[in-house]
């Protein structure tokens, strides 16, 4: 089972993570998951839009669709689909199949957002 996690870390706390991460699945040999973290809600927000969302959302519930059948399925316009589908690729949240399909490869996504006080 593929699963992803999405979460909020300054950068010095994401680069620690993955160093651990990195450490304790080559040590294990063991899956750990896949990380995306964001520096601020702001830098996630900007990256995963809330169409952006539905279009990932759409395409765990339907598997893989071609970027035109993505679109009548979200009742979107095809190139704003395409554009994007094309940013949900580059930060590797939807990947293509071999038959150029867009899916979404994690069979579960968890997001963690934690805000502590500065007192």
């Known amino acids: 089972m593929r699963t992803a996690s999405i979460r909020i870390r300054k950068v010095d706390e994401s680069l620690k993570a993955v160093r651990a991460g990195f450490l ?3 040590k294990s040999g063991k899956y750990k998951g896949e990380h995306f973290d964001f520096e601020s809600p702001a830098a996630l927000f900007r ?6 969302w539905e279009l ?6 339907a598997g893989p669709l071609g970027v035109r059948a993505l679109a009548r ?3 979107r316009d095809v ?4 554009e994007d589908a094309a ?3 580059e930060v590797g949240m939807v990947e293509k199949t071999e038959d ?3 899916v979404v490869p994690f069979d ?12």
């Open 73 to 75: 399925a979200l009742g």
């Open 47 to 52: 990256v995963l839009t809330p169409k952006r």
């Open 87 to 89: 940013a949900m690729i």
């Open 56 to 61: 990932i959302e759409c395409l765990q519930g």
């Open 108 to 119: 579960e996504i968890r997001a963690d957002f934690v805000m502590k006080s500065a007192a």
């Open 24 to 26: 304790s699945a080559w």
């Open 100 to 102: 150029g399909k867009l």
């Open 79 to 82: 190139k704003r689909v395409h």
